[in-house]
């Protein structure tokens, strides 16, 4: 009886799996005659923007820019009090530029090597004694070694004054690209360290934006391609955009894969922060 009941049950959930199986069989497998559209919604971000902090604890000195004014890369835009590492600096640099010691140097090398040529040809001659001969090669070896030292000492000038230089840098914050101040977040005399954001900048010429698409659609995209896009309220316009990125990595939840796309706004001068997405008929 036992075995007949589960003949029975085997019987209809085989029957079950093959309904479902016809079912599935039914469904078109043409995908081009299904449509539907998928929609990939991204945020569109400056491709440079910083926050930039101070690389020593110290005290506000400066600040040479307010928010909205733009920079140029490599304008001071915040000075910490530095006052002893400028004075470091400029001894540093008057070292390196005393070279009248090489030049008094030089001046004896070339009075020795005239003199131990004069020399060289009377010994040849027989007119001057070895000793005289010998002590002419020494002058000239010393004066040699001389001027070998002063460049010595020069170079390692040069290069203190160059660490010295690198020292004060630390004081100064510096725009890494051009651009346009957005936030100020610190005032003279305050006391800042290491992890205290003071300035931030972006540079609003170039916007970045990631996009999750359909594997299907991602394939159909190449490196350097130029794409359109349509941005979202309130600004609801078209641009068109270059693919920088694709990504080898699929989402296996969406089956998706994120692409990284670059807006030129030079001349569109949009604001940032907006949403853009990558309409598709699949």
């Given at each position: 009886?036992?075995?007949?009941?589960?003949?029975?049950v085997?019987l209809?959930?085989?029957?079950?799996?093959?309904?479902?199986?016809?079912?599935?069989?039914?469904?078109?497998?043409?995908?081009?005659?299904?449509?539907?559209?998928?929609n990939?919604?991204?945020?569109?971000?400056?491709k440079?923007?910083?926050?930039?902090?101070?690389?020593?604890d110290?005290?506000?000195?400066?600040i040479f820019?307010?928010e909205?004014?733009?920079v140029?890369?490599?304008?001071?835009?915040v000075?910490l009090?530095?006052?002893?590492?400028r004075?470091?600096?400029?001894?540093a640099?008057l070292?390196?530029?005393?070279?009248?010691?090489?030049?008094?140097a030089?001046?004896?090398?070339?009075?020795?090597?005239?003199?131990?040529?004069?020399?060289?040809a009377?010994y040849?001659?027989?007119?001057s004694?070895?000793?005289?001969?010998?002590?002419?090669?020494?002058?000239?070896?010393?004066?040699?070694?001389?001027?070998?030292i002063?460049?010595?000492?020069?170079?390692?000038?040069?290069?203190?004054?160059?660490?010295?230089?690198?020292?004060?840098?630390?004081?100064?914050?510096?725009?890494?690209?051009?651009?346009?101040?957005?936030?100020?977040?610190?005032?003279?005399g305050?006391?800042v360290?290491l992890?205290?954001?003071?300035?931030?900048?972006?540079?609003?010429?170039?916007?970045?934006?990631?996009?999750f698409?359909?594997?299907?659609q991602?394939?159909?995209?190449?490196?350097?391609?130029?794409?359109?896009?349509?941005?979202?309220?309130?600004?609801?316009?078209?641009?068109?955009a270059?693919?920088?990125?694709?990504?080898?990595?699929?989402?296996?939840?969406?089956?998706t894969?994120?692409?990284?796309?670059?807006?030129?706004n030079r001349?569109?001068k949009?604001?940032?922060?907006?949403?853009?997405?990558?309409?598709?008929?699949?």
């Amino acid at each position: 009886m036992n075995q007949y009941r589960l003949s029975t049950v085997a019987l209809v959930f085989g029957s079950i799996l093959i309904g479902d199986f016809a079912v599935a069989q039914s469904t078109p497998t043409n995908t081009s005659q299904v449509t539907r559209t998928v929609n990939s919604y991204g945020l569109a971000v400056p491709k440079d923007q910083v926050s930039l902090r101070a690389a020593v604890d110290g005290h506000v000195a400066q600040i040479f820019f307010e928010e909205g004014q733009t920079v140029k890369q490599g304008d001071v835009v915040v000075e910490l009090e530095c006052q002893p590492a400028r004075a470091r600096l400029k001894i540093a640099q008057l070292e390196a530029a005393n070279t009248g010691v090489l030049q008094n140097a030089n001046a004896a090398l070339a009075v020795a090597a005239a003199n131990f040529k004069r020399f060289s040809a009377l010994y040849q001659q027989q007119a001057s004694s070895e000793l005289e001969f010998n002590e002419a090669r020494l002058r000239l070896d010393t004066a040699t070694a001389g001027v070998k030292i002063e460049q010595e000492r020069l170079a390692t000038n040069q290069a203190r004054a160059e660490l010295a230089a690198a020292e004060l840098e630390q004081f100064l914050l510096r725009a890494p690209f051009d651009g346009q101040i957005v936030q100020v977040q610190t005032s003279v005399g305050e006391s800042v360290s290491l992890t205290n954001n003071l300035i931030q900048i972006v540079s609003l010429d170039t916007y970045q934006i990631d996009l999750f698409v359909p594997i299907a659609q991602a394939n159909k995209l190449t490196v350097g391609q130029t794409i359109p896009l349509q941005i979202n309220a309130p600004l609801n316009q078209s641009v068109t955009a270059t693919l920088l990125f694709r990504s080898p990595l699929i989402e296996a939840a969406t089956g998706t894969t994120r692409v990284t796309l670059e807006i030129d706004n030079r001349q569109l001068k949009l604001p940032a922060g907006f949403t853009a997405s990558l309409p598709e008929v699949m």
